[in-house]
């Protein structure tokens, strides 16, 4: 089946420092999606991409879809203690009606 | 909104015992989708029901089974529950299949 390679698995970084993490794939994705998971919590939706070439912001969250449809990224600027989190990428293939999820990485902010 | 409502929060089973996990949307969303979350692993397809009427199989099925009871709720049933099925689990669901999904908070499983 389709498989998504998430990196960094873990990052380490101090307070309003900018982060960044990316996803890829051997298949190509009609839709990718960025979630964001707080300790004891499901996954919270933040920014989906459904054009080849999108960037798309939301705040300081910043993702794009790469142009090749089988990767994407998604950039953190000036983090802050709250964005501490697991990061999770998707990527939708309409035909298949489910989305892959990515292994995520785990942001730990230091204050 | 509620969203995604699953019961319970957290369960302790004993090996061979069943159970049946519930979840309901009040998002008249079309699709939902059983995951299951293991340290390491990410989230893993279990089920999936893509419209009312319909469910199929995701990346790991064995030992459940699930029923779509109507457009609001799909359960996710245990028959004789495993240490392998020591996880969390969560359920989700979006307006169809082109967009992204709701979660809920999970349910954290534990089989002795």
């Known amino acids: 089946g389709q498989q998504l390679n998430q990196s960094p698995q873990s990052m380490f970084i101090q307070e309003g420092e900018d982060v960044s993490m990316n996803c890829t794939s051997s298949?190509?994705?009609?839709?990718w999606l960025w979630y964001k998971q707080d300790p004891g919590e499901g996954p919270v939706l933040l920014i989906a991409l459904y054009k080849a070439g999108e960037l798309t912001s939301n705040g300081r969250l910043t993702a794009q879809f790469g142009i090749t449809r089988k990767d994407s990224f998604l950039n953190i600027s000036a983090s802050i203690p709250s964005d501490v989190g697991i990061y999770f990428c998707a990527g939708l293939n309409t035909n298949a009606g489910k989305s892959t999820f990515g292994d995520g990485t785990t942001l730990t902010v230091k204050p | 909104n509620a969203g995604v409502t699953q019961t319970p929060k957290f369960q302790v089973l004993k090996t061979g015992q069943s159970m049946t996990l519930q979840c309901a949307q009040d998002m008249n969303h079309n699709s939902m989708y059983w995951y299951r979350q293991d340290p390491g692993m990410g989230l893993r397809l279990i089920y999936y029901?893509?419209?009312?009427?319909?469910?199929d199989k995701g990346e790991v099925p064995n030992g459940y089974n699930v029923s779509r009871l109507n457009k609001r709720e799909f359960s996710l049933r245990l028959e004789s529950a495993a240490p392998s099925q020591t996880s969390v689990y969560f359920c989700a669901s979006s307006e169809n299949r082109f967009y992204g999904y709701t979660f809920g908070s999970g349910t954290r499983l534990t089989v002795v």
């Open positions: 029901s893509a419209s009312e009427g319909t469910t």
């Open positions: 298949s190509i994705f009609n839709t």
